[in-house]
């Protein structure tokens, strides 16, 4: 009787975890039908790659359903870990087909690193000759990381914070707007998020294509701006546009706007008109954003570049890698050693928390500034009492030690991803760059291989796949993945 009871709490415990991951799954399918749809107007035979990859999902769906019929989707917090890391695992997967069985006809491995690469909305690639692609699969690149892009949002906003990981737990503390005033429950929370991203996006399509995009590239990069992901519909990314000064800078804006908390959006709807420019944040991303642009700005001029060219440029590029969107409109690695020590730097940092870019996020770099004035106070009175403030709150011992943690094992998880890639013969260049643009999500590397003007094809199949941990571990802030492996997790 013992053996047959066990079974059946596994059964309970898991059966939660599945019912509500193949939502998830229904949901891929049923967005999967617009380029289908976009492929059988064209009689395009793509469209059967992604008729089949349909039925197979939808058959996946219905095999889970049937086995969890009766089954609560109400979830433990062990088992929102298990759904978090099984969910981007899963839909990266099954995202993967209709690149497998359409016209690229990728290797399994391929398919799944550009896929996982959307998802995450890191924007690195292994294609190349993207503009002789179908519509439907330049569509369906864009659609994976517009997913990513709200997936990731949500999650930051209801999974993490529940969890005790990420940023959003400064939003939290019983005194926090957000949690009293903005929305009363975290469903209201996560509808409103998603009006606002697709009005966000709505906006950047109709202007993309007023500035002059076919309306294919103004939805396929509509999608890819706001989700801070970085795919585009050519190998020559934004340098495509290079002569359109216009279209930098508004995708420069938008990408901008994918890297800001959404939750600040809501409280500005709801009458806070200046809750954006309040936040600490947000003030801190644009300080370093102006003073890297200015910067870079004037080094690019003392090099001849003219001063309109230069900044329009600059400012481009930098938010493209401090988002961790990853476009770029020229070769930055061509700018010179400065700029291209300096971009190294820039991938570290992310945009701000609650938002959909990736990287370190700036509150973490303000808290531990804030760590270490504390620190040099208590040196120099070691009786005194110091209080750390952060957007008027307390910085509790919570968020402290979470900060510390994660940075921790950011940097520890792109020093053991670097070293895996150099013991499979990439350079220096190639393994360190690759590793923290990897678990950054920020897209290209440094190098002739996998730099701005590159992509990550010449790579070997195990080192894809090691940056497909890095990648789906970066874009799950690490601490959610680390825990499933340990022990203690499953004793339970």
């Not at 906006?203 to 500035?211: K, S």
Request: hydrophobic share 50%; proline share 4%; glycine share 10%.
């Amino acid at each position: 009787m013992g053996f047959p009871r066990r079974a059946e709490e596994r059964t309970r415990h898991w059966a939660p975890v599945f019912k509500a991951v193949s939502v998830l799954w229904l949901v891929l399918a049923l967005f999967m039908t617009l380029p289908w749809g976009v492929l059988l107007i064209e009689g395009d035979p793509d469209a059967m790659a992604f008729g089949l990859s349909i039925l197979f999902i939808l058959l996946a769906v219905g095999i889970t359903w049937s086995m969890t019929f009766r089954t609560s989707v109400e979830l433990k917090p062990w088992q929102m870990f298990v759904l978090t890391t099984l969910s981007w695992v899963s839909v990266s997967g099954f995202a993967s087909l209709p690149l497998i069985l359409g016209a690229p006809q990728l290797s399994f491995t391929n398919a799944v690193f550009e896929s996982v690469s959307a998802i995450t909305t890191t924007g690195s690639t292994i294609l190349g000759g993207i503009d002789t692609l179908s519509d439907g699969l330049k569509l369906w690149r864009g659609i994976m990381q517009w997913l990513g892009g709200i997936g990731i949002i949500v999650m930051g906003i209801a999974i993490l914070p529940f969890l005790k990981v990420g940023g959003m737990r400064l939003f939290h503390t019983e005194s926090s707007d957000w949690s009293d005033k903005v929305m009363p429950r975290t469903g209201g929370i996560a509808k409103a998020t998603l009006g606002i991203y697709c009005g966000m996006t709505l906006t950047a399509m109709v202007t993309y294509w007023l500035a002059g995009m076919t309306p294919l590239d103004a939805v396929v990069h509509a999608m890819t701006s706001v989700a801070t992901g970085g795919f585009a519909n050519t190998d020559a990314s934004f340098s495509a546009y290079a002569e359109t000064p216009g279209i930098l800078w508004l995708a420069s804006l938008f990408m901008l706007g994918g890297a800001l908390p959404f939750v600040l959006y809501i409280r500005m709807l709801r009458g806070h008109g200046l809750a954006l420019w309040k936040d600490q944040q947000v003030r801190g991303l644009l300080l370093v954003l102006t003073v890297v642009c200015l910067f870079l700005a004037i080094w690019r001029m003392q090099l001849g570049t003219p001063p309109t060219e230069a900044l329009t440029h600059v400012v481009f590029n930098v938010i493209s890698v401090v988002t961790t969107t990853g476009y770029a409109s020229e070769d930055y690695t061509l700018w010179g050693p400065m700029a291209t020590v300096a971009f190294f730097y820039l991938t570290f940092v992310g945009g701000c928390s609650g938002s959909t870019a990736g990287g370190m996020k700036i509150f973490r770099f303000q808290v531990a500034i804030l760590l270490l004035i504390s620190q040099l106070r208590f040196l120099t009175h070691s009786s005194g009492v110091f209080v750390s403030r952060y957007n008027g709150q307390s910085l509790t011992d919570e968020i402290t030690r979470g900060v510390v943690a994660f940075s921790f094992f950011f940097f520890l998880t792109i020093a053991g991803v670097a070293l895996g890639l150099s013991l499979l013969g990439l350079d220096l260049v190639t393994a360190l760059s690759g590793a923290a643009t990897a678990v950054a999500n920020v897209g290209p590397g440094l190098g002739d291989i996998i730099g701005p003007s590159g992509n990550f094809a010449p790579l070997p199949d195990a080192a894809k796949w090691l940056l497909c941990i890095g990648m789906l571990m970066g874009r799950l802030e690490i601490l959610t993945v680390l825990v499933l492996l340990t022990p203690m997790f499953w004793r339970r």
